[in-house]
């Protein structure tokens, strides 16, 4: 069974600070994705990454695919209370992308 | 706006009951996946669809069941529901397996489900 976890689980930090969130396994995945989720709404792709080591940036969102493609990390630089939300990585493997949810990071802003 | 509807939005009901809840993918899109989501819990995976066909199971009850249909649309049926089935439910769709080489989901605004 492949299992992604998350940490931390919660982070309530002021705007304007940094923050990390990490989100690991043993398993090996061709691909993983992070989400964003609002409550009482569906979660929203944030990104896709697919190569070991890869980068990618969303304006103050950056993602890296660690370079043995078992973990991934997402680090927001100058925290929003926009950013506030339930933080999903979920990582696809197999011919047909099975998908595996992490357990979620939630992350509160305050202004 | 993500192009994946679910109806209804929201769903009050008593225990013992059965309920339907009904799902349309993005245009194009072949699979369909549904997700349980419980107070400040994670996404608990329940099962997938692809043009017509079960996929995968995850974690779903007996007294769960869903179906695709020709027209791609899905529905996830809750039968002698308990107080603990009240959950927001999830349906997403992805272009996997239809041109989409990796899978990322897009979800629908959910059903919330409450059962009393």
């Known amino acids: 069974t492949q299992l992604l976890e998350q940490s931390p689980q919660f982070l309530s930090i002021q705007e304007g600070e940094n923050l990390t969130v990490y989100c690991n396994s043993s398993?090996?995945?061709?691909?993983l994705q992070w989400y964003r989720q609002e409550p009482g709404e569906g979660p929203v792709l944030l990104v896709t990454v697919v190569t070991g080591g890869e980068v990618k940036k969303l304006k103050r969102l950056t993602f890296q695919f660690g370079d043995a493609r078992k973990d991934s990390s997402l680090h927001i630089t100058a925290a929003q209370p926009g950013d506030t939300g339930l933080y999903l990585c979920a990582g696809g493997s197999g011919g047909y992308q099975k998908v595996t949810f992490g357990t979620g990071t939630k992350l509160q802003v305050i202004p | 706006d993500s192009g994946v509807t679910q109806t209804p939005k929201h769903l009050i009901t008593a225990t013992g009951q059965r309920v339907t809840l009904r799902c349309s993918p993005r245009?194009?899109?072949?699979?369909v996946y549904w997700y349980q989501q419980s107070l400040d819990q994670g996404l608990q995976f329940l099962i997938q669809?692809?043009?017509?066909?079960?996929?995968a199971k995850g974690n779903i009850l007996e007294r769960f069941s869903a179906q695709q249909f020709p027209d791609l649309h899905s529905e996830l049926n809750l039968s002698s529901l308990e107080l603990g089935d009240s959950a927001l439910y999830f349906c997403a769709s992805s272009s996997v397996g239809a041109g989409g080489r990796y899978n990322e989901q897009f979800f629908g605004p959910g059903t919330r489900l409450t059962v009393l």
């Open positions: 669809y692809y043009n017509g066909e079960e996929r």
């Open positions: 245009s194009g899109d072949l699979s």
């Open positions: 398993s090996v995945f061709s691909s």
